[in-house]
């Protein structure tokens, strides 16, 4: 059975911090290129970043976020994390990981989601 558990959220004031941590089973991880998404209430789910299958890692982000957070993978313990730094009240949504077997991550490219985990920034 795939299994995608996100986990790491929380409230935070603006500035914080928070990693995020996704936890992968029932599929071959290092095979799959995998994408944090969020969403907030009443907009549409968007890509916040992704880190491809590939030896090198390759990490892709939003404009919304670039510079402020980062991705990453374990390939030895099938985790992928998401440090996000300086939060603002913005990035407030429900946050999800998602893989695909392509190399780069889009919404509807997205082969496997795993639940969500709330992140609430305070100002």
């Known amino acids: 059975e795939v299994q995608l558990q996100a986990s790491g959220g929380g409230l935070v004031q603006a500035g914080g911090s928070l990693t995020l941590s996704c936890a992968a089973s029932g599929f071959r991880f290092s095979d799959y290129s995998i994408g944090w998404f969020r969403q907030a209430p009443g907009k549409q789910r968007e890509e916040v970043a992704c880190i491809t299958s590939d030896g090198d890692g390759d990490t892709d982000y939003s404009g919304s976020v670039k510079g402020r957070f980062t991705i990453s993978r374990d390939n030895a313990k099938n985790t992928v994390s998401l440090r996000m730094n300086s939060l603002e009240p913005e990035d407030t949504a429900t946050y999800y990981c998602?893989?695909?077997?392509?190399?780069?991550?889009?919404?509807?490219?997205?082969?496997?989601w795993g639940k969500g985990t709330q992140v609430t920034v305070s100002s």
């Open positions: 998602a893989a695909t077997f392509q190399r780069f991550c889009h919404y509807y490219g997205m082969d496997y």
